[in-house]
């Protein structure tokens, strides 16, 4: 476990962020070999923010006007990043409300909510129902962990106005779903 020296952390711990903003301080510190305070104070040294403060940065921008399928308010976790027709981007943050009492394991419903509500928002139309979809749980989620859904739009059917979305949801680096989705839309008639 070669220590790298501190400008060159620094440099590597910039890079890493910005590669993930949503890296926590435990995990800079696991990557970099260095305590959790070298993480902090580097962060300091580099002016970079703590975790949270990164997540209402990227959060602050509203992603109400690209989403049209549903009202923003309906999609299960937080838009963090959307490009309408090709790929979303959610989190989640699993609380006691979502897990089992008895063991502290989220509910599947809800990861599927997650993911099932970003399939339906990266969809550009008024109208877009789920047809059909494949699910595969790949890992408990555990009360307090934070869910990334990524969605990605794969194919396109003009006949049949429908569209296939796949979504993987991490929890940092670990899939923990990995979904197919069949969307059918439409613009609504008025």
Known sequence: MKKHPKKERQKRLQEAIDENPFITDEQLADLFHVSVQTVRLDRV????PELRVRIEQVASVNYADAVKSLPIDEVIGE??????GKSAISLFDVGPEHVFKRNKIARGHHLFAQANSLATAVIPNELA??????????RSVKEGERVIAKAKVREKTDQRAITIVDIK????????????????????KK
Do not use: C, W
């Open 45 to 48: 040294a580099l002016s970079i």
């Open 79 to 84: 838009i963090i990043d959307i490009n309408p």
């Open 129 to 138: 129902l789920t047809t059909q979809s494949a699910v595969r749980f790949v």
């Open 169 to 188: 949801s991490y929890v940092g680096d670990e899939i923990v779903l990995k979904g197919k989705f069949e969307m059918y839309h439409a613009t609504e």
